[in-house]
């Protein structure tokens, strides 16, 4: 008896499409308990040479956030994404004063007693120096 082609490709995508499907819909199941964030942007200054944009922002998730400070680098004029790497996080909402002292240093004033988790001195090629 011959077997036909046809068979082994039906059989081919039925046993590959089906755990695809299965797979994307667990995935998308977990994706939906994970809870959302939310930015609230507090400053946005672009440095001189306008390579960057420091954002200044508070990153809130789930149901109770914990307060907190946390500042980036950006290509100029792009959204936060949600990965994005903070190169200074305070663990309370304290206000941060920040300049571009060149187009590849900036000064950051932190409130004297902050719970300062991260701080990077240098960020993309750009000095960071706090006060």
């Known amino acids: 008896m011959v077997q036909s082609n046809a ?3 039906r059989s081919l995508v039925l046993l590959t499409t089906i755990p695809a499907i299965l797979v994307g819909g667990a995935l998308w199941v977990l994706g939906s308990m994970v809870p959302a964030c939310r930015v609230d942007e507090h400053a946005r200054l672009t440095s001189p040479g306008s390579n960057f944009d420091l954002l200044v922002f508070t990153r809130a998730c789930g149901e109770t956030p914990a307060p907190n400070t946390q500042a980036a680098l950006l290509p100029v004029g ?44 240098q960020v993309a090629g750009v000095a960071v120096t706090y006060r």
């Not at 663990?91 to 002292?101: C, E, I, Q, S």
Request: aromatic share 8%; proline share 4%.
């Open 7 to 9: 068979f082994r490709f």
């Open 78 to 121: 792009d959204a936060l994404p949600d990965d994005a790497a903070s190169f200074l996080i305070i663990g309370t909402a304290v206000d941060v004063t920040a300049r571009w002292t060149g187009a590849a240093s900036l000064d950051i004033t932190i409130p004297a007693g902050a719970d300062i988790m991260r701080h990077d001195d």
